[in-house]
Each structure stands twice: as structure tokens, then as C-alpha cells.
């Protein structure tokens, strides 16, 4: 096996005999954010790495077991000026949005 360096990016080229025998190893590198190039005969001829994390999926009703809010109609009340004028000036907003 040996490394080798293209801008930066550090890849590892193995043989497919080497692969071969060690597999298991070479995908938990690749899982740890290595990138691996399989060559045949000395030339690149495939890449084992990472795939990207999967997108979380949203489950509705999570919060269910926590039972109904005590005081939903506080949800539609205009905020207190104050709080709102925390919110306008937050970081969390772009900055085309505030004020």
C-alpha cells in the first residue's frame, strides 16, 4: 500500500490483491473519511470512499408523548417588544432580514 498526495487530498492506492485481503479494514478507513484508489497492474482502477450521511428523516408526532400544550393560544400573541426587538437583532437571521 502507499499514499499519495494530489493538492492536499491524501489518497491511499492499493492493490486489488491487497484489497482483497484486507477489505474490512479498507472500508472502515473509507467510513472514517479516507479516500482509497484500487489499481490494477499499478494503474487507478477504482475509488472506496465515505458516502455521504443520509438526510435525517423528520417523524411526525415525536413530541406527542409529551402530551398537549398547556397554553397553545400563547403561540398566536404578538411577542413582547422587547423579545421581538432580541429576535430582529439575533445572529440567527440573515442579515438581509434585519432592520
Given at each position: 500500500?502507499?499514499?499519495?498526495?494530489?493538492?492536499?487530498?491524501?489518497?491511499?492506492?492499493?492493490?486489488?490483491?491487497?484489497?482483497k485481503?484486507?477489505?474490512?479494514?479498507?472500508?472502515?478507513?473509507?467510513?472514517?473519511?479516507?479516500?482509497?484508489?484500487?489499481?490494477?497492474?499499478?494503474?487507478?482502477?477504482?475509488?472506496?470512499?465515505?458516502?455521504?450521511?443520509?438526510?435525517?428523516?423528520?417523524?411526525?408526532?415525536?413530541?406527542?408523548?409529551?402530551?398537549?400544550l398547556?397554553?397553545?393560544?400563547?403561540?398566536?400573541?404578538?411577542?413582547?417588544?422587547?423579545?421581538?426587538?432580541?429576535?430582529?437583532?439575533?445572529?440567527?437571521?440573515?442579515?438581509?432580514?434585519?432592520?
Amino acid at each position: 500500500m502507499r499514499e499519495s498526495s494530489c493538492g492536499g487530498d491524501h489518497t491511499r492506492i492499493v492493490n486489488v490483491h491487497q484489497a482483497k485481503t484486507h477489505l474490512s479494514r479498507l472500508i472502515d478507513d473509507a467510513h472514517a473519511g479516507e479516500t482509497i484508489v484500487l489499481a490494477k497492474a499499478g494503474k487507478p482502477w477504482a475509488r472506496l470512499m465515505p458516502l455521504a450521511p443520509p438526510v435525517p428523516q423528520r417523524i411526525p408526532g415525536r413530541l406527542r408523548s409529551r402530551g398537549p400544550l398547556s397554553q397553545p393560544d400563547l403561540l398566536l400573541e404578538p411577542m413582547d417588544p422587547s423579545e421581538l426587538e432580541s429576535w430582529e437583532n439575533s445572529e440567527l437571521l440573515p442579515q438581509k432580514l434585519q432592520g
